[in-house]
């Protein structure tokens, strides 16, 4: 069983984000807590796999607590699962370390779809927020290209970029997921990173560190 943690204040959507990820078949909630100041000291010390995270909560906020988890445990993956669709909200996730986001009134199965994907190193949106990822992307007039990469690497990771699957970047380039999945572990060498967020990241802002 692949291991969750949940932290979400709201005492009843809590207990069903448990009842539901429990009777998964594929995952087990090893605790829940109700902010990040309870959750914080034991899942440093025994850190789940994933850990889903609402952005609203007492105290220290979700970005803030998930921007510790990371420092501290960095292999745990962060979900933020929350009712909040700001830009400022989506995007200071993840940059502090969220490799998803969806939103509260996902379906059930959506839910589980998304840990799956999560687990499997994809990175989970609702269409809601993705289609948000996607505008703020292409309001950028230019498109960076960065030399370390081919460039058939560029284009995957610019079509990565915007949000969308390993199967809709396959469609759009008429190429089998094999081929994009391969690429994509080419884009994380060159750049050495580890993960799609820290490669746009590089795409986005290629004079940083």
């Not at 000291?41 to 998930?66: F, Q, R, S, T, Y």
């Not at 502090?96 to 994809?122: F, R, T, V, W």
Request: glycine share 6%; aromatic share 6%.
């Amino acid at each position: 069983m692949i291991t969750v943690s949940v932290i979400e204040d709201d005492k009843h959507y809590r207990e069903g984000l448990v009842t539901l990820i429990n009777n998964s078949g594929h995952f087990q909630v090893l605790h829940s807590y109700p902010s990040g100041e309870a959750a914080l000291p034991h899942i440093i010390h025994h850190p789940p796999e994933i850990v889903i995270v609402d952005i609203k909560l007492p105290g220290k906020n979700g970005i803030d607590v998930i921007s510790v988890i990371k420092q501290q445990t960095p292999d745990v993956l962060c979900m933020v699962c929350s009712f909040y669709d700001d830009n400022e909200y989506i995007f200071n996730a993840l940059k502090n370390g969220a490799c998803g986001y969806i939103l509260k009134d996902s379906m059930p199965g959506d839910i589980i779809e998304s840990l799956k994907e999560l687990h499997m190193g994809g990175a989970p949106m609702s269409r809601y927020i993705a289609r948000k990822v996607i505008s703020v992307f292409q309001s950028h007039q230019s498109v960076n290209k960065l030399a370390e990469l081919s460039e058939r690497e560029n284009q995957v990771l610019q079509l990565i970029a915007t949000g969308i699957s390993v199967k809709e970047v396959s469609d759009q380039l008429s190429l089998s997921k094999h081929t994009v999945t391969k690429h994509l572990k080419n884009i994380y060498t060159k750049l050495h990173v580890t993960n799609r967020i820290e490669a746009v990241n590089k795409l986005q802002h290629p004079g940083g560190k």
